[in-house]
C-alpha cells in the first residue's frame, strides 16, 4: 500500500480506518465501516507489553521503543510534533490507539518541571504524553495519588482498588485538545472481572496473567466518556511496578506534609 496513514505496531498497515479490509503481515483483518475490529487472525512478532480493549472497540498496544515498531511510531511523532520520544522524554515503551490514531509514551515529572517551570502537580506519581495524530494535538495525562485533587469521581465496582485519578494539561507549544479539558479517569484493579463486566456492560478481555481498567468521565456533566480493559498476558509486572510506584509516591507527598 501507499502513503498508509496509520502503522499500528502488530504490524497492521492501511491507509483509511473505514477500511473493511487490512493487510497483516500476510493474514487479513476484517473491519466494519466504523473501524472496529471483528476478527483478526494474528500472531504479530512483537514483544506486547500491554494491550487495551476500550468501550467503543479502540485497541491499543504497547511495545518496546527500540522495536521496529516503535521507531516507526517515534518517528511519526518527531515527524510531526518534532519531539524525539527516546530522547527528551526517556521513554522506552510507546502505544498507539488504533481506531483513533493517538500515540502514547510517558512524560516523566522532570519534563513537567522544564515546560512549566515549577514542581510536578500535588500527589503526581507519573504521566503520560498523548499525541494526536490526526488532530496534531498533544495533551500530558497526569497521574496522581487518590484525594490529591478535588473532582467528581465516577463509580466503580465494589472491592476495586484505585491506583491512580487523571487529569490532562497542556503540553505547552502545542494545540490541547479540548475534548480531554474536562475529563477525569480512574485506574483501578479488581479481582472480579466479571462483576467489572456486569458493572459497566461490557465484555472485556481477560489478561492471562492480570488484567487492569479504566474509566473516563466528564467531570462537568458526569457522563461516562470511555471504560477500557488492560490486558497483561506475558507478565503481572506492570500492574505490579503501578502498585510500587504509588506506595513510594505516597512517601515522598509524606515527606512534604500530604497524607494520601
Known amino acids: 500500500m501507499t502513503n498508509p496513514e496509520i502503522i499500528d505496531p502488530a504490524g497492521l498497515v492501511f491507509n483509511s480506518l473505514k477500511t473493511n479490509e487490512i493487510e497483516v503481515k500476510g493474514a487479513v483483518a476484517s473491519f466494519s465501516n466504523d473501524g472496529v475490529a471483528i476478527s483478526l487472525d494474528l500472531q504479530p512478532n ?9 468501550s467503543e472497540g479502540e485497541y491499543r498496544e504497547f511495545v518496546r521503543t527500540t522495536s521496529q515498531e516503535g521507531v516507526l511510531l517515534a518517528n511519526r511523532v518527531k515527524t510531526v510534533f518534532s519531539i524525539d520520544i ?65 473532582t467528581n469521581l465516577p463509580e466503580i465496582p465494589e472491592g476495586s482498588n484505585v491506583i491512580a485519578i487523571s487529569n490532562y494539561v497542556e503540553f505547552p507549544g502545542f494545540a490541547f485538545p479540548e475534548k480531554f479539558k474536562d475529563s477525569v479517569d480512574v485506574f483501578f484493579l479488581n479481582d472480579d472481572h ?60 509524606k515527606g512534604k506534609g500530604y497524607n494520601f
Open 46 to 54: 512483537v514483544t506486547h507489553i500491554e494491550e487495551y480493549y476500550g
Open 194 to 253: 466479571e462483576a467489572v463486566c456486569a458493572f459497566f456492560n461490557k465484555d472485556f478481555k481477560k489478561g492471562d496473567k492480570k488484567t487492569g481498567y479504566s474509566v473516563r468521565m466528564n467531570q462537568v456533566t458526569g457522563v461516562l466518556e470511555k471504560v477500557k480493559a488492560y490486558i497483561y498476558n506475558d507478565t503481572a509486572s506492570s500492574t505490579s511496578q503501578w502498585e510500587a510506584a504509588v506506595e513510594m509516591a505516597k512517601l515522598k507527598w
Open 86 to 150: 527516546p530522547v527528551y522524554l526517556n521513554s522506552k515503551s510507546i502505544g498507539i490507539e488504533v481506531q483513533e490514531d493517538v500515540i502514547t509514551c510517558r512524560c516523566p515529572g522532570q519534563v513537567i518541571e522544564e515546560l512549566y517551570g515549577e514542581e510536578r502537580p500535588v500527589g503526581w506519581i507519573t504521566g503520560t504524553t498523548k499525541f494526536l495524530m490526526k488532530e496534531e494535538q498533544v495533551a500530558i495525562k497526569a497521574y496522581r495519588l487518590e484525594g490529591s485533587f478535588s
